[in-house]
């Protein structure tokens, strides 16, 4: 006969077995994804990615949590722009502030290539560590744009390019060979504060002067045992190494508690930040009224467009819809739990409709009485700023790229190459301007008097706008404006940005508009994936504006259109790529 006390006794030693402290894993070699995607599709093929908002998330819960003991992070920043770094950053300064150990390690700190952004991530840890084979990148900052006007001059490629105004230098690379004052002025000033904040942060952290921080830049890339000495580095070791010294102090702190003698020590337990949030997330409660209601938070990333939000299985990125942006706002007015809003945004720009129609939705849900706060990403910049001008408050990282107040417009001229390889066409036209827009030929007299009036009445609703969310007059705003990004530390200081932080300061301001006490934050809406095949009863019904899949234009190729100056997002974008490292 089956004894069935015997086969059920290890399942039950299973469910007694003392739980070790916890010591949270996170590898950013891996990449981060910015959202979890809204669509099936795009769900499926990042279900195993880890998300940036679930990382922040779950060391906050862990600096909380008592059985957590430590936070160990292979160190990488590919997949981060400088803000989100800063934010990370800050919530590591969080968790250390509990009195738990938080180590960073690297095998090399950028290695032939440059290590600055991943060291700057690095100094927010209580010990860097390094492979005695690694190298210290830490050379300083450069942002480099590549011009290819005189490679277009050999095709007989020309460009017709409008712009409000001399530093809204998106087509520089196809009309100019070099940087022209403005951008040069715009751009040093960026890799400026960038570096400054990047210097303050490693001199902090080392026990260094500023000075002596970009003393050390200017002599970098260095050495793992250079790095030691300068004091850049705490130690060489390998993983094994890493992790067994951090896994024998966790052990030493909980004898400590324990008291000496007190019982066998039990192991410590690794587990990636990300999987430790989920397991610790309770699932959506129903949609039911009542209750004390929480913030809802709107994500919006990526170039903006008109209709819905789609993003690229083959890459390329994601554009941000304005229906499907739109719909989550009137969903929020409609949602009697919703008592407040936090708008993050992620944007370079994109179509002034369609930014303009998302900042209505936003100012719309303020007049109903929901505070709504932005909290921008790395970029939010041109309609990436437009969009937060409806919000009662905007915040910024310091490193934040914004503003881009300006518009620009243009198209390649392609007649003369395609003649030198006998392409030719024909047409017929109902009007004069019917060809407006077509390569084969520039602008005509005529048609520049339209374009500049497009110009200049989009620049004229866009500083206006800016000048009543802002509080500022119009002299004022045309001083920041012109096109210039800033950082946002010196947004800030220029009246574009209300307050520095990241997202939990934008949930701490929206939770002081909404007088309404610690309201949790939840990911908003939180539609179900039958909402992408069900029939839809009307516009309203937020699942009609959900997101989709879709095969972009460029896809992995968007990048190089880019750098071509090919239309990608439309004439409220920012100029160029941006990537500083």
């Known amino acids: 006969m089956v004894d069935l006390a015997k086969i059920t006794e290890p399942l039950s030693l299973v469910r007694q077995r003392p ?4 010591v ?20 499926i093929m990042n279900r195993r990615r880890q998300h940036y908002l679930d990382v922040l998330e779950g060391i906050r819960r862990g ?17 981060l722009g400088f803000a989100k770094v800063q934010e990370l ?51 300083g900052l450069l942002m480099r744009t590549t011009f290819v006007k005189g490679a277009l001059d050999k095709l007989d490629v020309t460009y017709e390019v409008g712009a409000r105004h001399e530093y809204k230098n998106a087509l520089n690379s196809v009309t100019e060979t070099g940087y022209t004052d403005a951008q040069r002025e715009a751009s040093d000033r960026i890799v400026t504060s960038l570096g400054d904040q990047l210097a303050d942060a490693a001199a902090e952290a080392r026990g260094l002067t500023a000075d002596r921080v970009r003393a050390l830049v200017s002599r970098g890339p260095f050495l793992a045992q250079e790095a030691v000495e300068e004091g850049l580095v705490d130690r060489l070791a390998y993983r094994d190494e890493v992790y067994s010294e951090l896994f024998e102090q966790v052990r030493e702190e909980a004898r400590g508690r324990d008291g000496a003698g007190g019982g066998r020590t039990v192991e410590p337990e690794l587990q990636f930040v990300t999987r430790y949030h989920r397991k610790h997330t309770p699932p959506p409660l129903p949609q039911v009224r009542g209750g004390s209601g929480y913030i809802a938070l709107i994500s919006a990333t990526g170039t903006i467009s008109l209709g819905r939000t789609r993003r690229s299985p083959l890459g390329g990125g994601t554009v941000m819809g304005s229906d499907t942006v739109a719909a989550a706002f009137r969903a929020a007015r409609k949602d009697p739990r919703v008592k407040a809003v936090v708008f993050r945004v992620d944007s370079r720009g994109g179509s002034p409709t369609a930014s303009d129609a998302i900042r209505r939705e936003t100012e719309l849900t303020s007049r109903a009485g929901i505070p709504v706060v932005s909290a921008m990403g790395d970029f939010a910049a041109s309609g990436g700023y ?38 030719t066409s024909d047409s017929v036209s109902t009007g004069e301007h019917a060809g407006m827009f077509d390569t084969e030929r520039p602008f005509t007299e005529s048609e520049w ?49 209300d307050e ?25 809406p939180r539609t179900n994936p039958l909402d992408q095949i069900r029939p839809h009863e009307s516009s309203e019904d937020v699942g009609a504006s959900g997101p989709q899949t879709a095969f972009g234009a460029w896809g992995p190729l968007q990048h190089a259109a880019m750098a071509m100056g090919l239309p990608a997002g439309g004439p409220m974008t920012m100029p160029g790529a941006w990537e500083i490292r």
């Open 24 to 43: 949270l894993e996170l590898d950013l070699t891996e990449g981060v994804a910015d959202e979890a995607p809204g669509d099936p599709i795009s769900q």
């Open 386 to 423: 437009y969009v937060t001008l409806g919000s009662d408050a905007v915040v910024s990282q310091p490193g934040t790229l914004t503003g881009s107040i300006g518009v620009f417009t243009g198209k390649p001229v392609l007649g003369r190459l395609l003649e030198r390889y006998g392409v």
């Open 63 to 79: 600096a909380r949590d008592p059985r957590v003991a430590a936070l160990l992070v292979r160190v990488d920043a590919r997949s």
């Open 449 to 497: 008097e339209r374009i500049n009036a497009l110009l200049d009445q989009i620049y004229e609703d866009f500083t206006e706008r800016v000048a009543q969310a802002r509080k500022m007059t119009r002299e004022q705003v045309d001083e920041v404006a012109r096109g210039r990004v800033w950082t946002g530390e010196d947004a800030r200081e220029r009246g574009l940005v």
């Open 89 to 139: 950053r800050h919530t590591v300064a969080d968790f250390r502030a509990t009195g738990k150990p938080a180590v960073a390690w690297a095998d090399s700190f950028g290695e032939t290539g440059a290590g600055n952004l991943p060291y700057y991530l690095a100094c927010a840890f209580s010990r860097v560590v390094m492979a005695p084979t690694g190298v210290l990148g830490l050379t």
């Open 19 to 22: 739980q070790g402290p916890l």
């Open 500 to 524: 520095l932080g990241g997202l939990e300061t934008a949930v701490r301001l929206a939770r002081e508009r909404a007088g309404a006490g610690p309201l949790p934050l939840r990911s908003f």
